[in-house]
């Protein structure tokens, strides 16, 4: 029998994640990059988006270590952050700050480029997966007969070389949001998917500093910040997450089409202009590590290859090739984790020789799809002026949502609930829980009844001495 090859478009994290899981049902797998990958956590220009604050949810902890045996340790050892958001984070709702109270949820940070050194070089450990750097993708062989099969990947190396073209079984679309698949299906006669959009207009402006210990007060006891907008009169959010090294990323989002300020000068002075000047003041005590760093690159994308009217056998596509969330949400890294996960079931169940795959997987996975893009876009949704068709049962449910995370960090059990949910260890509709519903009415009647909202706006700080050595 013939050797049978799985060739991955793109080495993103849903690409890397997807090779993992086709070497247990191909011969081999090859992965293409334009880029040169760099040798440790280094940043490469295919990733724009990767100097700005990313969040490894603690499902993608959790399925990354499970993919990549010795991931979670490697990232402590290199000097990863273990967070409890509840207990580290100094959180600025949009009724003031959040109280300080642990919970079950515990995530990593660290920079973007250290995930994807890790799992790149985890990956490179199984023998046979093979990674083709500083080479493009151009175009899609095929074959025709009764329908139209993907039989190969046209390749331009980047250094020069000879144009070639890798013949493969499997052909995996983990390009990212700037894939050029759907010009070549048009170039091949097809339609394309069908595609939703929802846009927020947000921008990210980030900038990296050195963290002095010793500068900062004893009794500032956060590990990181975040600062929620006010849509009816603040439009820039503002966070600051902790990255090995001894290092900080700030971000400013900001929404509605009030871009945050690409200019080193202008971003510092925005910092103190934010609900709160916490950020402002540990900026003050650092030392700037870069420039600042702008990207806008931020709307929903969903192409719709569950209801695609084509057929191309032996095709896929995933991660934001396929479905692109909002980062201010942090789901990507997770949701392209889990459908190359979903993948591998794919394939387990019906057999890498049924031609049936690609529409299973596609069904299989738009079903989880829906589920964090419908968190996504909800949060959206209740930006002023945004883009995009908003499903009648959004409207319905979506100020209860709404209610929800503003009673959260009223009734601990809420707040868990929530972040499981957040954290994809549960799905959005265990919000709806008849038991959750009632806990989120008692919390809203009591806080109607008490004006908390009045009473916690006022404080610009957080509290240092509530929960301090918690």
């Not at 046209?154 to 759907?182: E, M, Y």
């Not at 916490?278 to 719709?304: D, G, K």
């Amino acid at each position: 029998m013939a050797n049978t090859h799985a060739i991955v478009i793109g080495g993103s994290m849903a690409g890397l994640c997807a090779a993992r899981v086709l070497s247990k049902f191909y011969d081999k797998v090859t992965v293409i990059d334009r880029d040169a990958y760099p040798a440790g956590a280094h940043e490469r220009p295919g990733v724009p988006q990767s100097r700005h604050v990313h969040a490894l949810l603690m499902r993608g902890r959790i399925e990354l270590d499970r993919l990549f045996p010795g991931f979670e340790q490697q990232m402590l050892d290199c000097g990863a952050i273990e967070i409890n958001f509840g207990r580290d984070f100094a959180a600025l709702r949009a009724d003031g700050w959040a109280e300080r109270r642990p919970n079950s949820i515990t995530t990593l940070f660290a920079s973007r480029v250290l995930i994807e050194a890790t799992v790149r070089g985890l990956l490179r450990r199984i023998a046979n997966v093979e990674l083709i750097e500083r080479a493009e993708a151009v175009g899609l062989e095929t074959v025709r007969g009764d329908s139209i099969r993907v039989s190969g990947v046209k390749v331009n190396p980047r250094d020069g070389g000879a144009a070639f073209t890798l013949s493969g079984d499997l052909i995996v679309d983990a390009s990212g949001r700037t894939t050029k698949i759907p010009s070549w299906l048009e170039a091949m006669g097809l339609p394309l998917p069908p595609e939703t959009v929802v846009d927020s207009h947000t921008g990210y402006a980030s900038r990296w500093y050195k963290v002095n210990p010793e500068r900062r007060p004893r009794d500032w006891w956060w590990k990181g910040v975040w600062i929620d907008p006010v849509a009816d009169n603040v439009s820039t959010a503002g966070v600051l997450f902790p990255v090995e090294g001894s290092r900080m990323i700030v971000s400013l989002a900001g929404i509605g089409g009030h871009y945050p300020p690409s200019d080193e000068a202008e971003f510092t002075a925005k910092l103190g202009q934010l609900r709160s000047p916490i950020i402002a003041e540990e900026v003050a005590l650092a030392e700037p590590m870069s420039q600042v760093y702008s990207y806008r690159q931020m709307a929903n994308r969903w192409r719709h290859y569950d209801r695609w009217g084509a057929r191309l056998d032996g095709f896929v596509a995933l991660g934001d090739s396929s479905c692109a969330f909002n980062p201010v949400y942090g789901q990507g890294m997770t949701s392209g984790a889990l459908s190359a996960i979903m993948l591998g079931e794919c394939l387990e169940k019906n057999g890498i020789n049924d031609i049936e795959v690609p529409r299973k997987f596609f069904a299989a996975q738009a079903r989880f799809q829906a589920e964090p893009w419908g968190l996504a876009t909800a949060s959206d949704f209740r930006i002023p002026g945004t883009e995009g068709k908003r499903p009648m049962m959004s409207r319905v449910l979506d100020p209860v949502i709404g209610k929800m995370f503003q009673v959260a960090n009223d009734d601990p059990e809420i707040g868990e609930r929530l972040g499981e949910v957040i954290n994809m260890m549960k799905p959005p509709s265990a919000l709806f829980d008849m038991s959750l519903l009632r806990l989120i009415a008692k919390a809203w009647s009591r806080r109607l009844i008490k004006g908390k909202k009045q009473e916690k706006e006022a404080a610009t700080m957080p509290p240092l001495a509530l929960g301090a050595e918690g």
